[in-house]
């Protein structure tokens, strides 16, 4: 039996720094889950967000991007950024228990 392993992300803890110490130590996963993008209505992307998504800080990792916003504007705007830094997919964060979502 094959099956492919998926790492969801917990907020303000699995930046790059976890994600690559967990595939050094343990390994085992196939692609990680980047903790979502946030902006509340600013379409800025925060350095926090940038530094965890910059191509060199995973480029031993299979990782897709987060995105949660009820907003048309701020999808896209991510949509691009993340395109522009070579990503091929988005996550569109819909089954989070965070109040946004629900």
């Known amino acids: ?3 492919t392993l998926l790492s969801s992300p917990l907020q303000g803890f699995t930046d790059f ?11 085992g996963i196939d692609t990680f889950y980047s903790p ?3 902006l ?4 800025e992307i925060k350095n926090s967000y940038q530094r965890d998504l910059l191509p060199e800080n995973n480029d031993t990792l299979e990782v897709i991007p987060q995105v949660i916003t009820n907003d048309a504007e ?11 830094l070579g990503y091929k997919e988005l996550n569109w964060n819909l089954g ?7």
């Not at 720094?17 to 390994?27: E, H, L, S, Y």
């Not at 509340?40 to 379409?43: E, R, S």
């Open 17 to 27: 720094r976890f994600r690559n110490a967990q595939n050094k130590i343990f390994g």
């Open 74 to 84: 701020e999808f896209l705007f991510v949509a691009k950024y993340v395109r522009e």
């Open 96 to 102: 989070c228990p965070y109040p946004m979502v629900t």
């Open 40 to 43: 509340n209505g600013k379409l």
């Open 36 to 38: 979502y993008i946030r």
């Open 1 to 3: 039996m094959s099956f």
